[in-house]
């Protein structure tokens, strides 16, 4: 007699095991609010602001923390594919290269799809290239304690970091009841708050229930696969051909399954609808890195804090010039005179502040930004205003 053939797939890891754990480091956004340093040819994961070390290289350098060198993945978009090819030194194939924009639930999908056709079974953890976080160590450490409750319990697991100020820029985590004496320090999610005005992140703050929502996935693929057909059946659809191509290196096929996708963020488009989503706190130094202001705190613009205006400086010159009166020098060579808490990136010429405080002054090559740095959120105008009048050739 024949004997069928088995349809199973591969047993779950037994409890405690460590999974098989990937990183994919998403790279595809367009960081318009560091405009005029950030552009479509020199996107901000490239760019050295923090330690002399690209923030790209800094996420690749956490996620080898966890992950072999085999193991490690970027998605990005076609116009700055060589860019990072480049900058990452990965082999080919682990650079997912995508043909259109389509947000991160699209990104994180195809990765899925290509990760469970070459490992299945396995645990991935989604990193963004432009976080700063100091902390390697902690960081790997706690992504592999979320790996394993993913792997055993099949839930999508999310790092929260507990928040230090009542930040409105940031999303929020509700937490709920702890995951169970199996692990410990895990806590199911009630649920995701999109980022609120200073009166709700006051209470928010002052409930010690919210986490701030650091964008950091962990979950198994197969997982993530079976929750976006639940969750996002658009999506799902949309990876009918990849399917059908399993390892995904099929070019028409990728191509054809992003032209059907949703353009959707992972957030809204399964983490937000899912039942099966834990969080884990965490309390290491953390920063998305996402406006000037953000950078400007992480360098300690407005001294130690970040956030207070000092006394203005009476005139110092280069390096780290007028530390004292909370201003911060990323390069170039810097002049100010009774100025206080600035950031400054210079070029090949000196730049002079007189009188000026909550500035940040950006100096490339072929433009210049000045902006009050509360309002560096909104650069992107800047970036839509160029794309408007044509100047294409400046974003």
Known sequence: MTKKKSVMGPKKPRQGARPSLHAV??????????????????????MRVVGGQSLL???????RKFAGDDQVWIVCGKEHAKAIRDESGLPGRRV??????????????????????EDSGSVMAILSADHHIPNAGAFASSIRRCARAASTAGVLLTLGILPTRPDTGYGYIQQGGAAGTAFPGLHR???????????????????GQYLWNAGVFIFAARTMLEEIEVCAPELHRSLAPLRAQPRGRNSRAVEAAYRRAPSVPLDVAVMEQSRKVWTLPVDFAWSDVGT???????LGVGGPG??????????????????DAGNRVVDGEVLFVESSSNLVWGGDRLVALLGVEGLAVIDTEDAILIADMDRSNEVRKLVAALVK???NDLT
């Open 57 to 63: 290289e800094a996420t690749l350098a956490r996620a």
């Open 25 to 46: 480091i998403l790279a595809g956004g367009a960081g318009e609010r560091f405009w005029p340093a950030s552009r479509k040819k020199h996107p901000k994961p490239l």
């Open 189 to 207: 999610v009630r649920r995701f708050v999109e980022k609120p005005d200073a009166k709700r992140a006051q209470r928010y703050l002052a409930s």
């Open 389 to 391: 009048a044509g100047r």
């Open 306 to 323: 970040g956030k207070s205006r000092p006394a203005r400086a009476k005139g110092v010159v280069g390096g780290l010039a007028g530390a």
């Open 292 to 298: 000037w202001a953000s950078l400007g705190e992480e």
């Open 96 to 117: 997912l290269v995508e043909p259109l924009r389509r947000n991160t639930a699209m990104a994180v999908a195809w990765a899925a799809q290509r990760i469970e056709a």
